[in-house]
């Protein structure tokens, strides 16, 4: 089956084809520098951007895949959750190939793509499927703006065990940084100045790391950065102390990251953790995580660097996935979810 999806849920418009699990083109464009400029991302030049960029963008996919519409099978995008202008656009031009092509189509969820893309994986420079590896485990899904752990019993069949209460855990890292005057997104750079900072410099609040259960909560620590930083002013004049502060506020966050994940693979009986989501990419994070499963004797498969941050190339093997299985196709009539929650 060869099958072309579209993500255009937050800033980046990606367009991918895939052909019987194997990646043959992933095509990312990133708004990040667009919004940087207003600390955050602007919903309505978000989806002007998508328009913009979708077709260069799928037309760069197909030319690389060296696949001409005609010969697609399928065609997916993104459905929920995210901006809703956003999804509109990718959303609505994969059902508008879909129909001129008569072929399925498929909305998918853009966190069960993230759950299954650690599976995902590079053999002889490309990129694949590997489902025959595939382990019951316990997944880790973080990322600009969610905090999910969820526990996969088979291919397909998953629950969600816990999510934030409040703020992502990028979230977190990106508000943080943006206190500090950081540029937007703030993580990759605390990710940067942390490597030569002292993590064990500032002691900073683990929220709900102690808590029974499998949710988190990260804007309680958000807020004590913001006392600490009304409280020592000059500390931003001193440039190791900045980096000893982004690896303090980094500890806290992938403390409490790694303990839940492992704890609920404990608890549930699983010898594999995955994680996937953009502060995936995080090292502190994949560096403790590897330890903590090394530790316990378990599995850890984290999901390609390139496939951390939005892609449609999740997207476009899960709807491979998905229809092979016989799921049904989703309706030309049906619209986006915004607000769609993962089960
Ligand atoms: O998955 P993603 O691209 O978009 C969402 O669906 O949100 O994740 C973006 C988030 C941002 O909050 C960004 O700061 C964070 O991932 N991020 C990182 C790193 N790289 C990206 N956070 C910490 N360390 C990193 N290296
Ligand atoms: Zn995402």
Redesign the pocket.
Known sequence: MTLLALET??D?TSAAVVRDGRVLSSVVSSQVRLHAEYGGVVPELAAREHLKNLLPVARAALGEAGVEPGQLDAVAATQGPGLPTALLVGFKAAQAVAFALRKPFLGIH?HEA?LYSPWIARGGGALAANFSDFQPNISLIV????TLLVLVESELKHRVLGSTVDD?A??C??KTGKLMGLAY????E??RLAEQGNPKAFDFPRPLLHDAGDDFSFSGLKTSVRYFLRDNPKLLDDAQRIRDLCASIQAAIVEVLVKKTIRAAKRNHMRCVTAS???T???A?RRDLESACKREGFTLRLAEESL???NAAMIGILAERKLAQNIPATGLDEEINPGWVLA
């Open positions: 849920s937050c980046e853009h993230h990322s600009g703006g969610h992502a990028g979230e890292f990106d997104p703030a993580g990759p605390i990710d989501g953009g502060v990419c995080n090292r994070l951390c941050t939005d």
